[in-house]
C-alpha cells in the first residue's frame, strides 16, 4: 500500500501543478481533465508497482519490459502527448501531424509540471527548455508545432511563465483554443 498512496500523491500533485499552469492560460476544461488516465485500472496498477518517486514509472517499467504497455495506453487518451499525433499505421514511417494550439500549451504545462514535481527545489523557468533540448532527438513533431514549442520555451527560459500565459490567453481570444 505504500507505493499506492506514495503514486496517488505524486501524481496529484502533478496534476495540481498542471492544473494551475492551464488555469493560468486559460485552459479549465484542460487543467481539470489533465492526466485524468492516470487513474484508471489499466495505468496506475503498474505505475504502482514501477513507483520510483525520482522519475516517471513508465521509465522503469520500458526498462524492465522493453516496452510500456501504461505508456500506450496514457499516450493513446491525452492529446497533450507529441506522440499522440504521430501516424505510422501500415507506412513504416513516424509522420506527426500539427498539435492543435490547446495541446502544444498543455504539453508546455505539463513539462512544467512533471518538472517542478521531480526536480524540487532545482526546477528554474530554464527547466522546460532544458528537458526539450535534452529530448529533442527523440521527438518527431511536425515542423509547425516545433516551431512553436521552440518559440514558447525559449520565451519562458528568456522571460518567464507569464509569456506562456499571455501567448495561450491571446490563442484563445481568438477562439484557436475552443
Known sequence: MGNSWKHFKTVCKHKWEVGKMCFRCGLYKQGITHDLSKFSKAEFKTSVKYYQGTSSPIDA??????????WL?????NPHHWEYWI?????????AGEMQYRYVFEMICDWIGAGKVYLGDKWTIKSPLEYYNANKDK??????TQKLVEKYLQDIADYGLRT???RAR???KIKELD
Do not use: A, Q
Not at 61 to 70: I, L, P, V
Not at 87 to 95: F, H, I, S, V, Y
Not at 139 to 144: A, F, G, W
Open 139 to 144: 521527438m518527431i513533431l511536425h515542423p509547425n
Open 73 to 77: 495506453h496514457h499516450r493513446g487518451r
Open 164 to 166: 506562456l500565459v499571455t
Open 87 to 95: 501516424d505510422n499505421l501500415g507506412t513504416r514511417e513516424n509522420k
Open 61 to 70: 517499467e520500458k526498462k524492465d519490459k522493453g516496452y510500456s504497455f501504461t
Open 170 to 172: 491571446y490563442h484563445k
